[in-house]
């Protein structure tokens, strides 16, 4: 049970990372489009899930780590979206 939460909640993490980190490689463009077609919200429940999935299930060294991982994504997507919700608005 430990080790599925650690695989979970990793995997969790990286499709909520991979595309954050998309947006800095030549073929990202069409990653982040495919999550964009669905809704841009996606990778952030990607990470409260994996956040969940680490804060309640795993225990140990795994655990600080997962933490921190998936917060520094949800708390990256989270400046994005405010970004594009509010900072694109014409005055």
């Known amino acids: ?3 599925r939460a650690i695989i979970f909640g990793s995997l969790f993490f990286l499709l ?3 595309p954050l980190v998309a947006f800095l ?3 990202g463009s ?3 489009e495919l999550f964009n077609r669905v809704t841009l ?3 952030i429940a990607f990470g409260v899930v ?3 999935v680490t804060l309640f299930r795993v225990k140990g060294w795994p655990k600080g780590w997962l933490i921190a991982a998936n917060s520094f994504s ?3 997507w989270a400046l994005l979206l405010f970004i594009a919700i509010y ?3 014409a005055p």
């Open 41 to 43: 919200f996606i990778p």
């Open 87 to 89: 900072g694109f608005q």
């Open 74 to 76: 949800v708390c990256g």
């Open 25 to 27: 490689t030549s073929w």
């Open 16 to 18: 909520s990372a991979i």
């Open 50 to 52: 994996g956040l969940l």
């Open 1 to 3: 049970m430990q080790k």
């Open 30 to 32: 069409t990653m982040v």
